[in-house]
């Protein structure tokens, strides 16, 4: 199966991170493990704000797709729990931008 979603263009990746403290060129910030959806999935929280990754959903992707896929859900529910204790002035999933026109 060949398609740009699962061939895309080649990266080059030049740095890892780990769960914790982390400046990314003039931006500080904080790495937080949410495994579930993804193996090493991430969240990124800078100045209050949690982008989120994929460790939840918005309401237009669950209409379209309805079972979202896991590769661990247990791992899911762990980082669900995690989200909610972690002090942030607000959150932006990895699957909010998504219209409400994609069908």
């Known amino acids: 199966m060949r398609n740009k979603f699962l061939e895309g263009p080649a ?3 030049t740095h890892s991170v780990e769960e914790g403290t982390v400046e ?3 931006i500080s910030g904080e ?3 949410l495994p579930g959806h993804s193996h090493g999935q991430i969240g990124f929280r800078v100045d209050g704000i949690l982008y989120a990754g994929d460790s939840y959903f918005a309401p237009l992707y669950l209409e ?3 079972i ?3 590769v ?3 791992a899911a529910v762990s980082s669900l729990k995690k989200l909610l204790t972690l002090d942030v002035q607000g959150a932006v ?3 909010a931008t998504m219209k409400k ?3």
Request: proline share 8%; no cysteine; charged share 20%.
């Open 11 to 13: 990266v080059s990746v």
């Open 24 to 26: 990314i060129g003039s």
């Open 31 to 33: 790495v937080i493990s």
């Open 64 to 66: 379209k797709h309805k």
């Open 68 to 70: 979202p896929f896991m």
């Open 72 to 74: 661990d859900k247990q």
């Open 93 to 95: 999933p990895g699957m």
């Open 101 to 103: 026109t994609l069908r």
